[in-house]
């Protein structure tokens, strides 16, 4: 038997094939996906939701994700607006005072929830209209009625609709503040009167 001359070694490196990606038979491109256990795919689950809830978390206690109030246009450059450069940052105080507008004989009824948790800085809560809650410091008058989209002057109470209350020829406006006549209106910066467990006691009348 003839044997084959011993053939030389070749330098060349064979490159192992690269995968296809499977096709059937219409010729569409089929992905082949590893399969998870239900342990692993409960743990992927449990992953996603937890990523998301925390993403969730995040964007709504950010401060600009906060509500902000609505206040109309007519009051939006009062006296004391929520633009009031005075007013200092959340949380300088937490203070209280007590406060009653009558206005034709007509209380205003500060409890109803369209009154209620209306600013960060200023607000009436829980159900309660009658006491004020201030938790920043150089807080007026008129900073407390622009959060209800309201306004207060020395001759005006507008209402958070836009009807107006003005001092006329037959009827007056006017404020107390523990007892006593207060000329300083949408200005005054309610404080306790004289302790720290008396708060102002606040009332605004027209008629």
């Known amino acids: 038997m003839s ?15 690269t995968p296809q990606p499977l096709q059937d ?16 795919l409960y743990a992927v689950i449990i992953g996603v939701l937890f990523f998301g809830s925390t993403a969730a978390y995040a964007f709504f206690s950010s401060p600009t994700a906060q509500a902000q109030p609505n206040v109309p246009d007519h ?6 607006s929520l633009q009031d450069s005075n007013v200092g940052p959340l949380g300088g105080i937490h203070e209280h005072f007590r406060i009653a507008v009558t206005l034709d004989g007509v209380p205003i009824d500060f409890s109803r929830a369209r009154y209620q948790l209306r600013d960060q800085r200023f607000h009436f809560e829980d ?9 920043a410091t150089g807080i007026t008058l008129g900073y407390v009625f622009s959060t209800l989209g309201m306004k207060l002057d020395s ?26 006549v207060n000329a300083e209106f949408e200005k005054y910066a309610p404080k306790a009167a004289g302790t720290d467990t008396q708060m102002d006691d606040i009332v605004i009348t027209y008629g």
């Open 3 to 17: 044997r084959r001359p011993h053939e030389p070694k070749s330098d060349r490196t064979e490159t192992p094939a």
């Open 25 to 40: 038979n219409a010729g569409k491109i089929k992905i082949k996906m590893p399969k998870l256990s239900s342990k692993q």
């Open 75 to 80: 009051v939006s450059q009062a006296a004391g």
């Open 127 to 135: 159900g309660d209209g009658v006491t004020g809650h201030m938790h």
């Open 155 to 180: 001759t005006c109470f507008v209402l958070d609709g836009g009807r107006e209350f003005c001092s006329d020829g037959t009827k007056r406006l006017e404020m107390f503040v523990n007892g006593r």
